[in-house]
């Protein structure tokens, strides 16, 4: 009976246990409301930043209000797109703020928000000035709330993004690394660049994306340097704070074995239609089974924004052939050249001893 008794006992400890595993985890589930740091324009006078929210099943959460700040420079006419996100048909009302408490925009659904599903809670439109370069893009914390159905603040996490420009020829596979207060991303890679660091100095972002080229080396170069260029490009746009050192790995496709070496090149005029290249750093390894180059690039050696390219040296012949076996033509030479030299010395020796004799 005895028995019976604790092995009930335990059996609904442990149920207790599952329970109260799964209390405190919808607890302490907390919603986390965020902007992307790599949004890019490339083209057109219009960007949408989509504002997602996550980690929102289990809350009751019924509405909210969002203080959004960026750079008013080249960045004007804020307006609110609700179509096909978590806020379509909801009563989302938007405008500048008026209590003079910072932001440029105030996006608020006060009540009427009952989804429990992860997404795009609502998207920012704003128009863009031909001369934009960059911009955070950011939430007032203390003015961006989530409440529940009574009016109550719920707890929730921020994060902030960064958008920049690129040049429209370069828009493909477009990823970025970056520090903007507690964020921070130090490793990202899209297509076939991966770019990362051990940290960032303070609040910066390193932009990427491609001319959507060939992953071959099929362009030829003047340089005596190199043979052959990549003939896809990278964009590569910094801002603010680099870090000390970015790895650059780039994969490409069936990588000659045959390089004597890899090399990091920059467009020497900063112009994506420019064949003249300079050096930046050779590669500090090949991984020949996983066809990846790496570079690993000191911060002073990468421009604010420049166009990147790999640059190939095969071996020549002499190189190529140093350790070859010699051809039937190449072991005859090698022969005649020998007979000679000992004939060489025969004649000399003879006439050293003829000269001690006399």
Known sequence: MFKRIMKFNIKLGIQLII?????VNNAFSTPEISIPSDTVISSGTQIEIPIYIDEITGIDMVGYALRIDYSTTFLSNPSIITENTLSDGKNVQSGPPVDGLGGQYVITLFSGFSTANDGI???LNLDVNQNFSESPVSFITAKTELFDSGYNSINKNLENGFMMRLESDFD???FSIGKRDSFEDASSESGSLQLSTTSFNGNGFIFAGHNNGQLSFGVTNQDDDYDKILSRAWQINVSENKPDIIIINVTIPDLPDNAKYFGLIKN???APD???????VLSSSEDYDNNKVTFEVPSIMLSENAYYSVAVKYQDNTMARKYSIPTFTEWGLILFISILLLVSINKIKKQKYNLMKA
């Open 268 to 270: 020497t005029d900063n």
């Open 121 to 123: 809670l609502v998207k």
């Open 274 to 280: 420019s064949n003249q290249y300079t050096d930046v």
């Open 172 to 174: 493909e596979d477009v």
């Open 19 to 23: 329970m109260t595993g799964l209390l």
